[in-house]
């Protein structure tokens, strides 16, 4: 499944957004956690110092007690334990006031008053981790999601101007055909890339249609030029053919050329009129009557039927009228004619729909589907065997073309359906 270049760039902001948010937000939390007893550490040190500096050497061991009730922060008490150094610790004390327990960051330090051991302690009231943590984690989030909104917009609004040339590009070569007169007018921008590519595909596409159109001017001239000697070729057997001192050895031999020249007549006729129609020498549209056109090819059709035993039906809508040049309707009414009477079998059927939006040959033949990959494309034959020269079906698609028709070919029902949409 394909995507859009700015959805799938958009996909990995937002992967990257949501794996700093999830990195950032405890990282932040344990920084600044950090931080704050850090502060809370000096102050109480600090606290600590002014006592040891303007208390201690005031204080009398009397004044301990009313120091202790007047200071809720500040404790002064016996050093029964020994103390030596400095400790720092977290405790919590109830609140009577808001009725609950409050964190509490204390500093015990031994201090000597009046040469005797007691142990200085100062406390700070802490914000709760857990609010703390909350407060973060709501803070980021807001953050992250005002970040990941603001990208998304910028983002889509600056793609959306920045790649327009680029999809305008895209927009031309995806409606340019070799075969067609008219290029792609790849316009200038002012991005370097895009121009660069733009240029890129001018000299492409201009390169490709000279190559095309000399390839094509070729295969015109030639069949063209071939259409003389062949004639020339095919009077001169068919005069030997009717020679009295010809022997039967050699009546087979020129029977045979005679054969393969009238192939070879019909390939060169099939090109030049595939080279007229992508020349758009037929272009002129005419108001054609397809029941007409079918009904006057289908005895001669029958005929060739007759010879596999093959039965014609038809369901035709009376008066279906195409906007179409007569002569290329009626090369692909006899091109539809031939391909379901050469590839069908003995004692098969073919079945000709018509209707004013489309044109159906139904026909029996192999109990397979053909394969469709190249089944249009020039020289392209469904039987190796054939006599024909591959270029019917191709001679079909391209009249379809030129006429904005459609061409579609269905197995169905043991049937080889090939339908010409208006």
């Given at each position: 499944?394909?995507?859009?270049?700015?959805?799938?760039?958009?996909?990995?902001?937002?992967?990257?957004?949501?794996?700093?948010?999830?990195?950032?937000?405890?990282?932040?939390?344990?920084?600044?956690?950090?931080?704050?007893?850090?502060?809370?550490?000096?102050?109480?040190?600090?606290?600590?110092?002014?006592?040891?500096?303007?208390?201690?050497?005031?204080?009398?061991?009397?004044?301990?007690?009313?120091?202790?009730?007047?200071?809720?922060?500040?404790?002064?008490?016996?050093?029964?334990?020994?103390?030596?150094?400095?400790?720092?610790?977290?405790?919590?004390?109830?609140?009577?006031?808001?009725?609950?327990?409050?964190?509490?960051?204390?500093?015990?330090?031994?201090?000597?008053?009046?040469?005797?051991?007691?142990?200085?302690?100062?406390?700070?009231?802490?914000?709760?981790?857990?609010?703390l943590a909350f407060i973060i984690l709501g803070v980021f989030t807001i953050?992250?999601?005002?970040?990941?909104?603001?990208?998304?917009?910028?983002?889509?609004?600056?793609?959306?101007?920045?790649?327009?040339?680029?999809?305008?590009?895209?927009?031309?070569?995806?409606?340019?055909?070799?075969?067609?007169?008219?290029?792609?007018?790849?316009?200038?921008?002012?991005?370097?890339?895009?121009?660069?590519?733009?240029?890129?595909?001018?000299?492409?596409?201009?390169?490709?249609?000279?190559?095309?159109?000399?390839?094509?001017?070729?295969?015109?001239?030639?069949?063209?030029?071939?259409?003389?000697?062949?004639?020339?070729?095919?009077?001169?057997?068919?005069?030997?053919?009717?020679?009295?001192?010809?022997?039967?050895?050699?009546?087979?031999?020129?029977?045979?050329?005679?054969?393969?020249?009238?192939?070879?007549?019909?390939?060169?006729?099939?090109?030049?009129?595939?080279?007229?129609?992508?020349?758009?020498?037929?272009?002129?549209?005419?108001?054609?009557?397809?029941?007409?056109?079918?009904?006057?090819?289908?005895?001669?059709?029958?005929?060739?039927?007759?010879?596999?035993?093959?039965?014609?039906?038809?369901?035709?809508?009376?008066?279906?009228?195409?906007?179409?040049?007569?002569?290329?309707?009626?090369?692909?009414?006899?091109?539809?004619?031939?391909?379901?009477?050469?590839?069908?079998?003995?004692?098969?059927?073919?079945?000709?729909?018509?209707?004013?939006?489309?044109?159906?040959?139904?026909?029996?033949?192999?109990?397979k589907s053909l394969e469709t990959d190249k089944l249009f494309e020039r020289?392209?034959?469904?039987?190796?065997?054939?006599?024909?020269?591959?270029?019917?079906?191709?001679?079909?698609?391209?009249?379809?073309?030129?006429?904005?028709?459609?061409?579609?070919?269905?197995?169905?029902?043991?049937?080889?359906?090939?339908?010409?949409?208006f």
């Amino acid at each position: 499944m394909t995507k859009k270049l700015l959805h799938k760039t958009l996909r990995y902001y937002l992967i990257f957004s949501l794996i700093v948010m999830l990195l950032a937000v405890p990282l932040f939390f344990f920084i600044s956690q950090w931080l704050y007893f850090h502060e809370a550490d000096e102050a109480l040190a600090v606290q600590k110092e002014e006592f040891v500096k303007f208390y201690v050497p005031q204080i009398k061991e009397n004044e301990i007690a009313v120091f202790n009730k007047l200071n809720s922060d500040l404790h002064i008490e016996e050093n029964k334990v020994g103390m030596t150094r400095d400790t720092i610790y977290d405790r919590n004390f109830y609140n009577h006031m808001d009725k609950e327990n409050e964190p509490f960051r204390i500093l015990k330090s031994p201090v000597v008053i009046n040469q005797k051991p007691y142990i200085f302690s100062v406390r700070a009231n802490l914000v709760d981790d857990k609010e703390l943590a909350f407060i973060i984690l709501g803070v980021f989030t807001i953050i992250i999601l005002i970040l990941l909104i603001g990208l998304f917009i910028i983002t889509g609004r600056l793609s959306v101007t920045l790649w327009k040339p680029f999809y305008r590009t895209l927009e031309q070569i995806e409606q340019f055909e070799i075969d067609k007169n008219s290029n792609p007018e790849l316009v200038p921008n002012d991005i370097e890339e895009f121009n660069r590519l733009n240029t890129a595909l001018n000299k492409l596409i201009e390169r490709n249609s000279l190559i095309y159109k000399s390839q094509r001017e070729f295969i015109e001239n030639a069949a063209h030029e071939l259409q003389t000697p062949i004639a020339i070729f095919k009077g001169k057997l068919e005069t030997l053919l009717q020679h009295p001192d010809v022997t039967k050895e050699q009546f087979e031999i020129l029977d045979n050329l005679n054969d393969t020249t009238n192939r070879l007549s019909r390939l060169n006729k099939n090109l030049l009129l595939l080279s007229k129609i992508e020349s758009k020498l037929y272009n002129i549209p005419e108001d054609v009557i397809l029941n007409d056109v079918i009904a006057n090819q289908m005895d001669f059709f029958k005929e060739q039927a007759m010879a596999k035993n093959i039965q014609i039906d038809t369901k035709m809508e009376e008066n279906c009228i195409v906007k179409a040049n007569l002569f290329l309707s009626e090369i692909m009414v006899k091109n539809l004619f031939l391909n379901a009477i050469n590839h069908n079998v003995r004692n098969g059927n073919i079945t000709i729909s018509l209707d004013k939006t489309s044109l159906i040959f139904s026909n029996t033949g192999e109990l397979k589907s053909l394969e469709t990959d190249k089944l249009f494309e020039r020289f392209s034959k469904v039987n190796p065997s054939s006599k024909g020269n591959g270029l019917g079906l191709s001679i079909i698609k391209k009249i379809a073309e030129n006429n904005s028709w459609e061409v579609h070919y269905k197995f169905r029902n043991n049937l080889h359906v090939f339908e010409i949409v208006f």
